[in-house]
């Protein structure tokens, strides 16, 4: 079993939709990081949180630390959402290595 | 635009060729990170620099070669690959010693081995 574990590993929707994508770990961490990758290859950090909500746009991330849980949220999806997303665990203060999960392929149809 | 520009963006390359993929940060950050992706499976970290020096070499085999001349350059030389080394190689970048940073991501090299 991965130490991260990511769900749905994909995931349809339509343009419009509340979407959620979960990850869960069984580590202990310093951080967590939502990361997205778009069909070209190239990754973009979204978030990085060791606590509590954030938001950025249309995108929430949200942090469970006692039940070792995160979730991404995505608010009136685009198709321009389309894309992997990624979630990874620092396992310390300042850990370079991450533990990434397998992703969850996200695609919205218009 | 990322601050993280890798080049080529594909490699086709027989088993017996030698190549570069080269990657370069614009960002200032003091640690590069070689990435690979293989299909249907997560991230797995190759090496890491620090301040130009390797800190970490993730059971790579030798015929992946690292170097790190400055803190905003990294490459890897291939030499004598196997199908299998066929993947997406992403670089990225981060700014270590103050405490938990994101990572930086270049679009990657696709590769694929004839």
């Known amino acids: ?110 | 635009e990322t601050g993280v520009t890798q080049t080529p963006r594909h490699l086709v390359m027989g088993m017996t060729n030698k190549k570069s993929l080269k990657c370069e940060q614009h960002l200032g950050h003091n640690a590069m990170y070689w990435y690979k992706q293989s299909a249907k499976k997560p991230l797995e970290l190759m090496f890491v620099y620090n301040f130009k020096e390797q800190t970490e070499n993730n059971s790579v085999p030798s015929r992946f070669s690292p170097e790190c001349p400055n803190s905003s350059h990294l490459f890897l030389h291939l030499h004598t690959l196997q199908p299998e080394d066929s993947a997406l190689y992403l670089c990225a970048s981060s700014q270590m010693g103050q405490g938990n940073q994101p990572q930086h991501f270049g679009d990657g090299t696709r590769l694929s081995i004839l």
């Open chain 1, 1 to 110: 079993k991965n130490e991260v574990e990511q769900s749905p590993q994909n995931l349809t929707a339509q343009e419009g939709e509340f979407i959620t994508i979960n990850c869960s770990y069984s580590v202990g961490i310093s951080a967590l990081h939502w990361l997205q990758q778009h069909p070209g290859g190239g990754i973009v950090s979204l978030f990085m949180l060791s606590s509590g909500k954030k938001k950025h746009g249309r995108l929430i991330a949200t942090i469970n630390i006692q039940e070792k849980h995160s979730s991404l949220h995505i608010t009136a999806s685009h198709p321009r959402d389309s894309a992997v997303y990624i979630c990874a665990v620092s396992r310390y203060q300042g850990a370079q290595k991450l533990v990434f999960g397998q992703g969850t392929r996200l695609t919205i149809n218009p």
